[in-house]
């Protein structure tokens, strides 16, 4: 069984993480010295890491708590070289026990190579010796019915959840509605019946024109496959009116009837 980081090590993990929280936070909403500041911080952390000597350890999430053997068992099945990391949040933990204990029933000896979460889902890349088709076909059965169910469940607390995107980033994440309303995540799909100034995120028009795209994070229209980028908004839109927008060149675009807002990103 591979060791476990030890406490000095697992300290210096904690640092880079939180060296690169701090970072990501000046990138949003600091300075150009604090941005500056918060990157030099982050690459120093990183110094420390010496991963050579850490790769192949076991990086055990250090909110793991009942889910600690489970998580344990799933690392340990990823070769040297992979990094044995669990690179996704508390609420998925139960979901990814019991995918390794319905997998390790098919081939009790299958590796895993990545564990993480991807655009709000969960991603599990793992490989069998087996070489009875059906058991394949079982296994990775299993491993998309686990990320459809991480889809639907939320990362942070383990209940049900919808994607969410972060009001503004256009991030990603599976959440419940109170972990979103507190993290300030926005469901994905929500419509609305009008957009207002100062709101933000990526919207879908349908219109009696076609659809188009209102991208409010980047200032970018997409209308007829085409974008435009930077626009202004003159005439925000709303359901039964029609949405007036400045392109770059000077020129205006006039939305047909809009029929439908959905929040896409
Ligand atoms: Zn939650």
Redesign the pocket.
């Known amino acids: 069984m591979p060791e476990e980081l030890s406490d000095a090590e697992a300290a210096r993990y904690h640092a880079v993480h939180a060296a690169g929280t701090d970072w990501s936070a000046a990138i949003r909403s600091g300075s150009d010295d604090e941005r500056d500041a918060a990157g030099a911080a982050f690459e120093q952390a990183l110094t420390q890491l010496r991963p050579d000597e850490t790769l192949n350890k076991l990086h055990v999430p250090n909110d793991a708590d009942e889910w600690r053997d489970g998580l344990v068992r799933l690392m340990c099945r990823i070769p040297d070289g992979w990094g044995r990391w669990i690179s996704c949040s508390k609420?998925w933990y139960p979901l990814l026990v019991q995918l390794d204990a319905d997998l390790a029933a098919i081939d009790p000896g299958y590796e895993l190579h990545q564990c993480k979460e991807k655009y709000g889902t969960l991603r599990f890349y793992f490989d069998t010796d087996t070489d009875v088709d059906a058991a394949r076909t079982r296994m990775n059965a299993l491993v998309d019915a686990a990320e459809d169910r991480s889809a639907r469940t939320?990362d942070?607390?383990g209940?049900p959840?919808a994607m969410h995107v972060r009001n503004g980033s256009g991030w990603m994440r599976t959440?419940?509605a109170?972990?979103a309303a507190v993290d300030d995540y926005e469901p994905v799909g929500e419509t609305v019946t009008e957009l207002i100034p100062g709101r933000r995120g990526a919207w879908e028009l349908t219109t009696s024109d076609g659809d188009a795209y209102l991208d409010l994070n980047h200032g970018q229209l997409e209308h007829g496959g085409e974008p435009h980028r930077p626009i202004e908004v003159l005439d925000w839109p709303a359901v039964g009116d029609r949405a007036r927008v400045r392109l770059p060149d000077g020129g205006e675009w006039t939305s047909g009837t809009i029929t439908r807002i959905e929040r896409i990103r």
Do not use: D, H, V, Y
């Open positions: 609420g939320c942070r607390c209940e959840g959440l419940c109170a972990r």
